[in-house]
């Protein structure tokens, strides 16, 4: 029901540069980050080879060595992982029950003199509570990093999340509300320090041809990959109203269902692009089994929250650290949503749930 956008003027824009650019850092790697930071409202923005990338690329240009981020446990594993790399340590925070993001209440309990940063992710496009979170920040002397991987073109009071904090972070995997043809990612920055220093990052630490200050990483967008995001970027918000617009027909489809929770439609001033179309259910499971066997593809993101994950038992914490966001781990399940699914195709799925669930 779901596939990635590849349609005939991406794949020209891709066989152009081809045939005409440089393979690594052509003309199109440059135009589609001076267009990506107009679209968010930035000064800069810096692309990379995936949107793990951009989140670690921002932490080590931040410095966050030896020192903790704040982030949240209730999200894809790369966001914990992006500060292990960059040397820190991941300290979480629970979420807020209503949107899936961290609490920024939890947030100012967590922080303390070994905290360098925080990094707030826009789960499921739904934004963060960034204005409360931004004054945390400026409270406690903390830079922050947004998680914006899944949420392109959303916004808090009129403003773009990826330009609200010291550093945006994006990815354009193939899944994403945009994406390039394959993996990617972009860094957005009002600072022009923090940008040359990604930009020096992603390229190996170079300062000249064979001369590099920094031990950077090959972390560059190609240039193909970039046409079809100047192309996709051209297309988003129209792709964005119509997964609104879904997300609209879906929410008042199943108002009042017993059983279930909806997403809340642009609460406290902000503006999603809904990713994600994500329903909360004691009986997610048994749901799930029940629209499969009617030919409706369901996910659940995310099963097991970061700070239970094997990878991350050498933090000795354990179930029931964080019971809000080990909550929706266990009752969430994303129906299925991207921009050509049809009005009929949501009243289908709407029936479907009402059908297990009300009967």
Not at 297 to 302: G, L, Q, R
Not at 308 to 327: C, H, K, R, T, V
Request: proline share 4%.
């Amino acid at each position: 029901m779901c596939r990635p956008r590849l349609d005939e003027e991406m794949v020209e824009a891709a066989a152009s540069a081809l045939r005409d650019e440089r393979i690594v850092m052509g003309e199109s790697v440059f135009r589609f980050e001076e267009e990506f930071a107009r679209y968010i409202g930035v000064r800069r923005a810096v692309s990379v080879s995936s949107g793990t990338d951009a989140l670690i690329l921002a932490l080590i240009a931040l410095g966050v060595k030896g020192r903790e981020v704040i982030t949240t446990p209730f999200t894809f594993i790369a966001t914990a992982n992006s500060v292990v790399h960059a040397c820190g340590e991941p300290r979480f925070a629970d979420v807020d029950p209503m949107d899936g993001n961290i609490d920024p209440e939890v947030v100012i309990k967590a922080a303390g003199g070994r905290t360098a940063a925080m990094m707030p992710v826009h789960i499921f496009g739904q934004p963060a509570r960034m204005s409360e979170l931004m004054d945390i920040a400026r409270d406690k002397g903390l830079m922050v990093v947004e998680d914006a991987a899944q949420a392109h073109g959303s916004q808090v009071g009129g403003k773009m999340v990826g330009s609200i904090g010291d550093l945006g972070c994006f990815s354009f995997y193939p899944t994403k509300n945009m994406n390039v043809g394959g993996d990617g990612g972009m860094v957005t920055t009002d600072d022009d320090d923090l940008a040359d220093m990604v930009a020096k990052l992603r390229d190996c630490g170079r300062t000249g041809q064979y001369e590099h200050d920094v031990c950077g990483f090959t972390s560059r967008l190609n240039t193909v990959n970039a046409a079809i995001g100047r192309v996709q970027l051209r297309r988003l918000d129209s792709w964005n109203e119509a997964r609104r617009r879904l997300a609209r027909r879906y929410i008042a489809g199943l108002e009042g269902v017993d059983g279930l929770e909806t997403p809340a439609f642009d609460a406290r001033g902000t503006m999603s692009v809904f990713h994600q179309f994500v329903v909360r259910s004691d009986r997610r499971d048994a749901l799930a089994a029940h629209l499969a066997e009617r030919d409706i593809s369901t996910a659940i993101h995310y099963p097991l929250p970061v700070h239970l994950q094997p990878a991350y038992s050498w933090m000795g914490l354990a179930e029931g650290d964080f019971p809000i966001a080990e909550a929706l781990s266990r009752t969430s399940l994303s129906l299925p949503m991207c921009p050509n699914i049809t009005e009929n195709e949501v009243d289908r799925i709407v029936e479907a749930v009402r059908g297990f669930l009300d009967g």
